[in-house]
């Protein structure tokens, strides 16, 4: 109600003026005519408008990109049908945990641990870590198996190992932090991006190509590597 009496007052004010400025207004009495008289063709106009209470168009804020955007990319890639004689393609799902409020330094080291590992593996070994990227990556885990299962037509579940686990930066916040004699520090609050991809099938038996050797090869390269040793400059 306050829009249609603020549109009554300047539309009372305006008509008082006209009323007094034109020619029979000499002949007429000076009193002007009254507001409700003058208004009244207008009220189911102004009442329309109160209700309706329509606002102007405003730009929608810009929403920058958040987290990587190629990683999911990958998910709708298609290839070409293998043939009769070529060995079957595994699916695999790429998921993703982006801004977690959490050091992508300390988020290394347990996405390094499941790496290579079967997906029920991984849930079991991630139970016994007690910091806050375990229950993340349990979180980005159960999420990407459920994928695999609705979008990407993976029979079960639990036929899933980690093929790809890494953190990356995310944004990074400044703050002010107050210390000794009046001065001020600058504080970061990291945030990182947790990346994740499944590939359907056993894992294998030995993830890392340099993965160090049984203990009687490696005894066996230590007296291979003493045998071979040569004196510089001699005979």
Known sequence: MSSVRLIQRNLTGKAAALWSCSPASAALPTSAPSASRLLAPLTPCLAA??????????AAPYAPPSGPRRWPRYNRQVYP???????????????????????PKKMWYIASMIRGMSVEEALKQLQ???KKGARVAEQ???????????????????NLW???????K??????????ARGRMGIIHYRYMHYLLRLEEGAPPAQYYTDAPLPPDQMLKQWLDQRRERTIVHSL
């Open 170 to 179: 995310g944004k990074v916040l400044k703050g002010l932090r107050r210390h």
């Open 162 to 168: 980690v093929a790809e686990s890494f953190a990356i």
């Open 49 to 58: 408008l109160a209700r309706l209470h329509v606002e102007p168009p405003r």
């Open 140 to 158: 980005a885990l159960g999420e990407a198996q459920e994928l695999a299962v609705r979008e990407h037509n993976v029979e079960f579940k639990n």
């Open 81 to 103: 049908p293998t043939g009769p004689e070529e060995p079957s393609r595994p699916a695999y799902i790429c998921h993703m945990k982006t801004n977690i409020k959490y050091s």
């Open 128 to 130: 016994f870590v007690n």
